[in-house]
């Protein structure tokens, strides 16, 4: 399951999942691209955990001073290469977010949205502490998952990302409550507002929880001084 985003869902395929969003889905990918841009700045520098082939690097890179994209998928990384090489101010790096080969205090904004924080299958403890570290101090990390109101729009996007072959024929008897689970054993399962309350507090951190668009739950982190 961990490797499914990089042996299924990448590259080309990737971008198909977002080119055959329905309106709604695409009106909620577009609310957390306009609500992450909220917070930068032209001076800042920023890091994206799990940029595939570019689509919100693209967005990020007009606003910012600088941009780096990880992902584990190689093939991803090539297309997001192809289609930002103009682009002066963006490096590309193939890496793990749980593992992050970059020195402490490099970035202003670390983000990680799109249900990265559970669809990367590494432990979110390990990955906030990671993205806090290479955060400097009085910068943000935001990471974000669905909200409960987008369940049904959720359910029709990866239906049909299932009926496109993209991902495994759904398994109805087990996708409810927040999970999508195929019979090929792709699972995607959610953050919810008390999961990262939760993290936090073990954490002892201060976090705000943010609905956006009642479409995504933000947990928005500060790293202090």
Known sequence: MKEYYSARLSAERLKICYDIAPPRVKQYLDAEIQYVLGYVESHHSVLELGCGYGRVL??????SKHVVGIDTSLESLEMANS???SKHNC????MNAAILGLRDNRFDIVVCIQN???AFQVDPLILVNESLRVTSPGGICLFSSYS???W??????FGLQ?????IGKIDWEVTCNGVIACEDGFRATTFDPSRFEALTLQMGIESRIIDVDNSSVFCVIDKRS
């Open 148 to 150: 409960d109101e987008f």
């Open 58 to 63: 693209s967005e990020l890179i007009p606003c």
């Open 152 to 157: 049904e729009d959720r359910l029709e996007w």
């Open 83 to 85: 289609l930002l090489r």
């Open 162 to 166: 299932s009926s496109y072959g993209l």
């Open 116 to 118: 990265g924080i559970s």
């Open 91 to 94: 490096d590309l790096f193939q």
